[in-house]
């Protein structure tokens, strides 16, 4: 990556959670903190995600999900990345998660989840040190 490129972030609302408030608020957060931030809306299928992520070419996929499917959309997005050959592509995972998921989501290749309540700095911070690690 280039010293001078910024990071990009797609924010992604999979499955049928119709809230938003916390995405939004990480997605300004991130912008703020000097990030290139794509956010998709709400109710985006994981194939929607996929494509998003790859045709905007970005360098992480926030997943914002509180609707109890984390574990099997996270997959089908992470599924679909490989499929498409964009694996590399850091997938983080936000929102309403059982702390006995998050190993099972980790395992799935997550690089990181971020419960509710987590401060922005934190996620910004995190992101930052993994794509300069990569």
Known sequence: ???ESKIRVLIAKPGLD???RG??????GLRDAGFEVIYTGLRQTPR???????????DVVGLSILCGAHLSLTQMVINGLKEGGAEDILVLVGGIVPEEDIP???EMGVGEVFT????V???????????SAS
Do not use: C, W
């Open 1 to 3: 990556m280039e010293p």
């Open 18 to 20: 119709g809230h938003e």
């Open 23 to 28: 995405a939004h608020v990480v997605a300004y």
């Open 48 to 58: 929607q995600i996929v494509n998003t992520a790859i045709q905007e070419d970005v």
């Open 104 to 106: 099972r989501l980790k």
């Open 116 to 119: 509710a309540g987590t401060p």
């Open 121 to 131: 700095s934190a996620v910004s911070n995190f992101i930052r040190a993994a794509v």
